[in-house]
């Protein structure tokens, strides 16, 4: 049983079509990345998964349970982190992860929590209104980990995290993963995105353009990634007929391989190694995920359901896109 499943979901607020035959699948345990510019559906999607919004057409099921009919236990196994989050200014972080926990009916200790999100036990007894927005942030964190729930939706997550919390964040999202939580996390911050997810949506005006692993998306797109290595001698191994190596140059003690295909370059390295080539350094580069969305949503991808293509075909029909 998928952790998600949406089927033909349809909303319009009047005229407006906020999605449009939606449908997604995500696994139980994977971290997946829902993406697309602004009023391209996401929250309208967050919201009719939690049965905030019900949908014009189409229905979706969380955890097993249609959204509607189980919306209350749906929610009893969710942990939301909304942005920009009510929280109630009067009272401490602590009262917050006491009403939060006494909600979930967990074990947990507002303690527990407030270590993991690295907030200071001296500051859970402060008033939330003398919070920064980092520390509400976090606290936002704690109440949607509360009571170990089975799926994390993240909205925005890092909003408002120094270095540190935005590290301690994604340290969460990644173990909460491991212990088999899905974690749906929607983001416009796309550093994040990369950071911590399985697989990743992009939502264009109500409808999916894609999902794929990033580096699948790289490469339906003609991404190349560059290894760079520096060697102590010329190397005799013929890297060009490695599976996913377009090229591969050497010059001054330097060779440049380009890969079509990012898991090629540790395939480079391997065929090195084995040729007893000795490496001096090494560095890579690999097209941002900036790059990657901006070419999936200014219209000039078609939409490419990963479904009806094998990776090569799309290769085919997409190479060139970034020149
Ligand atoms: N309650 C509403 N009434 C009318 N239109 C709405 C309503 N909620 C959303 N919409 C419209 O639906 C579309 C999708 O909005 P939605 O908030 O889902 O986008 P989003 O992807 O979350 O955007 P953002 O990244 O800016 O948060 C937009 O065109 C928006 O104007």
Redesign the pocket.
């Known amino acids: 049983m998928s952790a998600i499943q949406v089927d033909g979901l349809t909303?319009r607020?009047?005229d407006?079509?906020?999605?449009e035959g939606l449908d997604l699948v995500v696994e139980r345990g994977e971290v997946f990345g829902f993406l697309?510019?602004?009023?391209?559906?996401?929250?309208?999607?967050?919201?009719v998964l939690l049965d905030f919004?019900r949908p014009t057409a189409g229905s979706a099921s969380v955890l097993g349970m249609d959204t509607r009919a189980g919306s209350e236990a749906i929610r009893a196994r969710t942990g939301v982190l909304a942005?920009g989050i009510d929280l109630y200014e009067r009272l401490t972080g602590r009262r917050h992860l006491e009403l939060a926990l006494g909600w979930a009916d967990g074990e947990e200790t507002p303690g527990g929590l407030l270590e993991r999100v690295g907030l200071a036990v001296a500051d859970a007894d402060r008033s939330v209104g003398e919070y920064s927005t980092g520390m509400k942030q976090r606290l936002a964190l704690a109440m949607a980990l509360a009571g170990d729930p089975d799926l994390l939706v993240l909205?925005e997550p890092a909003a408002g995290l120094d270095p540190n919390g935005i590290r301690t964040m994604r340290e969460l999202v990644r173990s909460e993963a491991e212990q088999g939580t899905t974690v749906f996390f929607?983001s416009?911050d796309l550093d994040q995105v990369e950071a911590v997810c399985d697989r990743v949506a992009i939502?264009n005006d109500?409808k999916l353009i894609t999902v794929d692993t990033i580096d699948g998306l790289r490469e339906a797109i003609g991404a190349r990634s560059e290894l760079y290595l520096r060697l102590a001698d010329e190397p005799d191994a013929d890297l060009s007929t490695i599976d996913g190596v377009a090229d591969a140059e050497y010059d001054d003690d330097r060779l440049v391989v380009t890969c079509a295909d990012p898991r090629a370059k540790a395939r480079a390295i391997g065929r090195l190694l084995d040729a007893d080539v000795e490496v001096l350094d090494v560095d890579a580069s690999s097209v941002a995920l900036e790059d990657v969305f901006a070419t999936y949503t200014d219209g000039e991808v078609d939409i490419v359901r990963e479904e009806e293509t094998a990776a090569d075909d799309r290769h085919g029909r997409l190479s060139g896109v970034l020149g």
């Open positions: 909303k607020f009047g407006e079509v906020a999605l697309g510019p602004n009023g391209a559906g996401k929250s309208t999607t967050i919201n919004v942005e909205d929607s416009h939502l109500g």
